[in-house]
């Protein structure tokens, strides 16, 4: 079975790997946005206790 | 005498977020170790159908994908539910957690279904009662999500989308027996308890891979999920503000 044959699946290629294609988009996408959306999380949250650790030590030193 | 563990622990937000962290890797390794002989089992392994060439090879990802869409489901259900009844607020977490990727898969039942379905039957969609309840389990999983969305207070929201979810249930067998029940065009299923699989081993082995993968990386998600559910909402609780101040 040589390349051109294998992407061809017997003539059901754009069928075949319309499926596998759309899922692995799906899957990679779904993984990437939950990657970015803790990031954005971490840093909204640690700009939220710099925030407050620094109005602590204004507190203490006044 | 028997240590005694103490299951409730876990069931608190601050102990489970380092949890969930510590397994999250575990599962996208598991995830990957399923799909590389999943996908070379689907395509170098199995022989071509002698009735629909290798067409068929979409069953490896369409069939899984079915059944994670219904399995996710009852699991969403069952925690949505144990939110209602003890009132735990990780549990409503999960059920949340889940729900996108159950819509996920629903969408790539429906979506896979269709793509097979053009060659072999001549029509992207027809309104057969398999393909019409599977639709409706995809508006169900919307419907959890619109609703869960749309109350500003976490709890109420929790409480009332569990309802939703729970009745949805109902929908479950009706996807599974619908085949038996109605004269469909869809196909019955490969697999059945009485007979065992109706297939040549490899391509069962194909299947069973690609479902192991895909449940996998459905644990992997819903914790990397719950892990940011758990954050947004507490994030006005001390520990949080303490593991951010430990995390600098």
């Known amino acids: 079975m040589n390349l051109s044959e294998f992407f061809a699946m017997g003539g059901y290629g754009f069928y075949v790997w319309g499926s596998y294609g759309v899922t692995a988009l799906c899957l990679i996408v779904e993984v990437a946005l939950l990657m970015r959306r803790k990031r954005t999380l971490l840093q909204r949250l640690g700009r939220m206790s710099r925030v407050t650790s620094t109005e602590v030590k204004n507190e203490i030193q006044t | 005498m028997a240590k005694k563990i103490n299951w409730f622990k876990y069931s608190s937000p601050q102990t489970f977020y380092p949890l969930a962290g510590k397994m999250i ?173 109706t297939m040549a081993a490899s391509m069962f082995i194909a299947m069973m891979l690609m479902a192991m993968a895909f449940w996998m990386y459905t644990i992997a998600v819903a914790l990397m999920r719950v892990r940011c559910e758990i954050l947004e909402r507490e994030r006005h609780a001390e520990w949080v503000a303490e593991a951010m101040r430990g995390a600098k």
């Open chain 2, 25 to 197: 890797p575990w599962f996208a390794v598991a995830a990957l170790l399923f799909t590389l002989p999943g996908l070379y089992f689907s395509f170098f392994v199995a022989p071509p159908d002698y009735q629909q060439g290798e067409a068929y090879r979409i069953m490896f990802i369409h069939v899984p994908a079915a059944w994670m869409s219904m399995f996710i489901y009852m699991v969403m259900a069952g925690y949505a539910g144990m939110g209602l009844v003890l009132n735990s607020r990780l549990s409503s977490m999960m059920a949340s957690a889940l729900a996108p990727t159950g819509a996920m898969f629903t969408f790539l039942a429906l979506w896979t279904g269709s793509l097979w379905g053009k060659p072999m039957w001549g029509a992207w969609w027809v309104w057969d009662a398999r393909l019409t309840s599977e639709l409706i389990l995809l508006f169900l999983y919307i419907g959890f999500m619109s609703l869960y969305a749309a109350i500003d207070e976490p709890r109420r929201a929790a409480r009332a989308s569990a309802v939703l979810a729970l009745v949805g249930v109902v929908n479950i067998p009706i996807i599974y027996f619908s085949v038996k029940w109605w004269n469909t065009l869809h196909q019955g299923s490969s697999i059945t308890a009485s007979k065992g699989p």
